[in-house]
Nanobody
Framework: QVQLVESGGGLVQPGGSLRLSCAAS????????MGWYRQAPGKERELVAA???????NYADSVKGRFTISRDDAKNTVYLQMNSLEPEDTAVYYC???????????????WGKGTLVTVSS
């Protein structure tokens, strides 16, 4: 059994910063790609940022230059540093990780329950 638990969401003023964390726990052999998605009210879930096991990163155009994704493999944790936040960044942010539970496992995607980020004055 694998669990992803997000933390760090909250209310912030426009221009402010937040740092999200997502810790994976359970029967983990290796964590391949990890990422953050978000879903705003009335909109579809979208990819915000992703990072591979080689630390290659990918960002949505709307967050490039403002958000930074990183990972700490010793802690099975992925982070999302969000700077220069805008009201349009308001959404529930979900952690996603492709996790192998055995050496033979190609990986299964797991999701966290989400953390709410509200950008408002």
């Amino acid at each position: 059994q694998v669990q992803l638990v997000e933390s760090g969401g909250g209310l912030v003023q426009p221009g402010g910063s937040l740092r999200l964390s997502c810790a994976a726990s359970g029967s983990i052999f290796s964590i391949k790609a990890m990422g953050w998605y978000r879903q705003a009210p009335g909109k579809e879930r979208e990819l915000v940022a992703a990072i591979t096991s080689y630390s290659t990163t990918n960002y949505a155009d709307s967050v490039k230059g403002r958000f930074t994704i990183s990972r700490d493999d010793a802690k099975n944790t992925v982070y999302l540093q969000m700077n220069s936040l805008e009201p349009e960044d308001t959404a529930v942010y979900y952690c996603n990780a492709l996790i192998a539970t055995t050496v033979w496992d190609v990986g299964t995607p797991y999701w966290g329950k989400g953390t709410l980020v509200t950008v408002s004055s």
